[in-house]
């Protein structure tokens, strides 16, 4: 039981170029949420999912996309990636989202755009 | 719209002292409150949740407490151990939509050997 994996761990992007970050569970979890951390700031939700082939946008969606394609994996897409994207990205997983269950975080992928 | 704050940002002590580590939140109307300990470089591993239900929840050396009507939640680490060094964050389940969780900002804590 992995729990919750990132792909990749580390990235170096230029300004323009375009990436794609997986996030894998294996706990048949029904929420998956995708999450980018800066320093001071906390936690902000990009797009969360509630099931298969269902997303929706959170605190800060733009210049992002996501899918849910199955249910244990959640994508997520930077077109453009611009400078303003570097940060530390985090998958997290629930069984019902919000309450009781609580959220199972992966490893973090970082992300700097040049 | 819900905001989760944590003060302070840093904070030092010597090893073997019990401290508190403060939450405070703006809509009380939560379904219940929790709070993770992340370790550099690592991701966030829940240490407890609160039901807004319950008053306080313990694991160990970790107890947290829940005051809904002031906006408030503090964990007490007891007899405080260096492998307690990390950031702690609280966060909340967003109001208007229990798939959302608000973070605060964390408190990095150090305990000196």
């Known amino acids: 039981n992995a729990g919750v994996t990132q792909t990749p761990k580390f990235r170096v992007l230029k300004t323009g170029q375009s990436m794609t970050l997986l996030c894998a569970q294996d706990?048949?979890?029904?929420?998956m949420y995708w999450y980018r951390q800066d320093p001071g700031m906390g936690l902000r939700l990009i797009h969360y999912?509630?099931?298969?082939?269902?997303?929706a946008k959170g605190e800060v969606p733009d210049g992002y996309n996501v899918s849910r394609l199955k249910k244990q994996n959640f994508l997520l897409g930077l077109e453009s990636a611009a400078p303003s994207q570097t940060s530390v990205y985090f998958c997290?997983?629930?069984?019902?989202?919000?309450?009781?269950?609580?959220?199972?975080f992966g490893p973090g992928t970082r992300l700097t755009v040049l | 719209k819900q905001e989760v704050t944590q003060i302070p940002a840093a904070l030092s002590v010597p090893e073997g002292e019990n401290l508190v580590l403060n939450c405070s939140f703006t809509?009380?109307?939560?379904?219940?409150l929790q709070w993770f300990r992340q370790d550099p470089g690592k991701g966030l591993t829940s240490l407890l949740l609160?039901?807004?239900?319950?008053r306080e929840q313990t694991s160990g050396r970790l107890n947290a407490s829940l005051d809904k009507s002031s906006g408030r939640s503090t964990l007490y680490i007891a007899a405080s151990q260096p492998g307690d060094s990390a950031t702690y964050l609280c966060?909340?389940?967003?109001?208007?939509?229990?798939?959302?969780?608000?973070f605060g900002s964390g408190t990095r804590l150090s305990i000196r050997p």
């Open positions: 997290a997983s629930t069984n019902r989202g919000g309450t009781p269950d609580t959220q199972y």
């Open positions: 809509d009380s109307a939560i379904y219940n």
């Open positions: 966060a909340v389940p967003g109001y208007s939509s229990a798939s959302k969780i608000i």
């Open positions: 999912s509630v099931g298969e082939g269902t997303t």
């Open positions: 609160i039901q807004s239900s319950q």
């Open positions: 706990m048949n979890h029904e929420y």
